[in-house]
């Protein structure tokens, strides 16, 4: 895997092994990194190097402090018609315009994990627009497990909040382009609060919010480095299991993972609109999660495909 960065002493702490660094000249990149390279550094002057252990990933960019969302600018990337290298992770230490569902802020803070994937399976997969949601929702709670005091406790509020004792730790999002039959490229956003916690106004929607270093008291584990190799390892294992038919073992992880079902919920339209009716907010007890991730509500025929979701107490 070859790494790039704008800042030694972020990728020296990313890349814990002991790594040879070169300085080269943006302009010197192959097109395709060379046009990333361009969206994501302020800077023409990187350090580089080659992590040769690494067999599935094909580039890390390592940004300190990045300008825009990763996330959209990969999309916006493709969507003008520029390549860009399969397997591909883009990691940022914190930033600016960073935003999760409906482009809600998201407060981006130094030694959090904000990464953008980007791949590009080039043939058909079922149902690909709820597995890639799926497969990056089960790749954070597998990474969480591996910390030793949190195992088993992160759950998933519907459709794409990771929480820890309700208190919310990650956001995530998934964006699919197709070609005919085939899926031609797939962009995983991953919001993940490690290192620090974001002092955020509560909302229903998102009662309180906190960090992995907070809740664990196993602070090695708890760092970005470790959550961040922990979460490429997974992403690569859940991703080629996605590829292989198996959406349905990934949507397993999730139901049993939820936190929602058997539980009292108020879901109301998204984004919510002044010419919204009351009869347009739902209300019920979750009985199950459809396999497209539509909910199923007690005595409610119809399932639930969209809206935002607030938890009730029983």
């Excluded at 943006?26 to 060379?34: G, H, I, N, Q, Y």
């Excluded at 591996?146 to 406790?153: A, E, Q, R």
């Excluded at 949507?251 to 984004?271: A, N, Q, T």
């Amino acid at each position: 895997m070859k790494i790039f960065s704008d800042n030694h002493s972020f990728a020296c702490k990313i890349v814990t092994s002991q790594q040879e660094w070169k300085v080269i000249d943006r302009c010197s990149l192959e097109p395709d990194k060379k046009s990333l390279a361009g969206n994501l550094f302020q800077t023409d002057n990187l350090f580089e190097s080659e992590l040769k252990s690494e067999k599935f990933w094909e580039n890390l960019f390592l940004v300190k402090n990045a300008e825009k969302s990763q996330y959209d600018l990969i999309i916006e990337q493709v969507r003008a018609g520029e390549d860009i290298p399969d397997k591909t992770l883009c990691l940022a230490d914190s930033g600016r315009k960073f935003h999760g569902q409906r482009n809600r802020d998201w407060v981006s803070l130094a030694g959090n994990i904000h990464l953008s994937v980007f791949l590009k399976p080039d043939k058909p997969i079922k149902q690909f627009a709820p597995g890639f949601n799926i497969l990056t929702a089960v790749s954070v709670l597998q990474t969480i497990d591996s910390i030793d005091d949190l195992k088993g406790k992160a759950k998933i509020k519907w459709v794409n909040d990771i929480l820890i004792d309700n208190f919310k730790v990650c956001g995530f999002l998934a964006h699919t382009l197709s070609e005919g039959n085939k899926v031609s490229g797939a962009v995983l956003g991953i919001g993940l609060n490690v290192e620090s916690s974001p002092d955020v106004e509560p909302t229903p929607f998102v009662p309180q919010s906190s960090s992995l270093m907070k809740l664990s008291k196993n602070h090695t584990q708890a760092g970005q480095s470790f959550v961040f190799h922990r979460l490429t390892v997974n992403l690569a294992r859940n991703y080629r299991l996605l590829l292989n038919d198996g959406y349905f073992k990934l949507l397993e992880i999730y139901r049993r993972r939820s936190i929602i079902i058997g539980r009292r919920v108020v879901i109301m339209p998204d984004p919510i609109r002044p010419e919204d009716r009351q009869d347009d907010i739902i209300e019920g007890r979750v009985v199950s999660i459809g396999d497209n991730l539509e909910l199923f509500l007690e005595g409610r025929e119809k399932p639930v495909t969209k809206g935002r979701l607030i938890l009730k107490s029983d």
